[in-house]
């Protein structure tokens, strides 16, 4: 009796796709939530990317700033990061000139960042007695998932646009 059932068992085939879907259907599924977590914060990133050069655009346009301007500026930024919240969004707006030979920092506004400004203008960027508007922003991601990512990542971009109008844009009350 035993050895018809081995037999029987042997040869039977119809639960072999389960057994197989259950082997492979973790590891599709944490695949599949990978690059979705992936594709996220690819687009947090590509957001925050044009939210420095939108606002470096935006200053650059502009014959002269003001606090309340820059500050309207900024507020752009944080609705093209929309829909990714926009709590850990911070950015900074500065004006920069070479005289001879030495970057100076003429204004600067940021929102929330309490670091000194992290970048060099490159050597080839403005020549002598010449500004460059430089928007700085840094956005840290955080999953909702939190499935490879449970810290989060923080994206940094820095932009450098020259002035359309004017040599150099002032800002009256920075």
Known sequence: MTRGLIRRL????????????????P?????????????QGFMAQKRMGHVSAI???LVS????????TLNDIMDVGEVIMKPFPTTSLHQRISSVSRLN????????LNDGMTEDPAFTVPADLIGNNQSVIVAEVIYH???????FLPDGIT????YFLLPRHVELIPCTDC
Do not use: K
């Not at 590891?27 to 992936?38: K, N, R, S």
């Open 55 to 57: 606002v470096a655009d």
């Open 10 to 25: 042997i040869g039977d085939r119809r639960g072999v796709s389960a057994v197989e879907f259950a082997l492979i259907a």
């Open 27 to 39: 590891i599709l599924i944490a695949f599949y939530m990978g690059v979705t977590e992936m594709c």
């Open 141 to 147: 991601y955080d999953s909702p998932a939190d499935y």
């Open 61 to 68: 346009q502009q014959n002269a700033v003001n606090v309340e």
């Open 101 to 108: 030979g030495t970057d100076t920092v003429n204004w600067s």
């Open 155 to 158: 994206f940094r971009h820095v």
